[in-house]
């Protein structure tokens, strides 16, 4: 290994490591994508779940603290 052969960051290194494939779009020619009907329901799935959870926790919080406050 010359001094040539060496890699300047990690992402370099991991590169020479993968080979290439032919044909497959790389990540800078294709940058959008179609989710999808099943992406769209699953992002609002999560979406409206992680609402529910963050509500569901600040009521919590509020009740806790109103009981310390009683004390």
């Known amino acids: 290994m010359g001094h040539s052969d060496?890699?300047?960051?990690?992402?370099e290194c991991l590169s020479r490591l993968v080979p290439e494939r032919k044909g497959v779009a790389?990540?800078?020619?294709?940058k959008s994508f179609d989710m999808g009907v099943a992406g769209s329901l699953t992002m609002v799935f999560?979406?409206?779940?992680?609402?529910?959870?963050m509500v569901s926790f600040y009521?919590?919080?509020?009740?806790?603290v109103d009981r310390k406050d009683q004390e």
């Open 59 to 64: 009521r919590r919080y509020k009740r806790l």
């Open 46 to 53: 999560l979406s409206l779940a992680m609402v529910f959870l």
């Open 6 to 11: 060496k890699c300047r960051t990690i992402w």
């Open 26 to 30: 790389g990540m800078d020619e294709n």
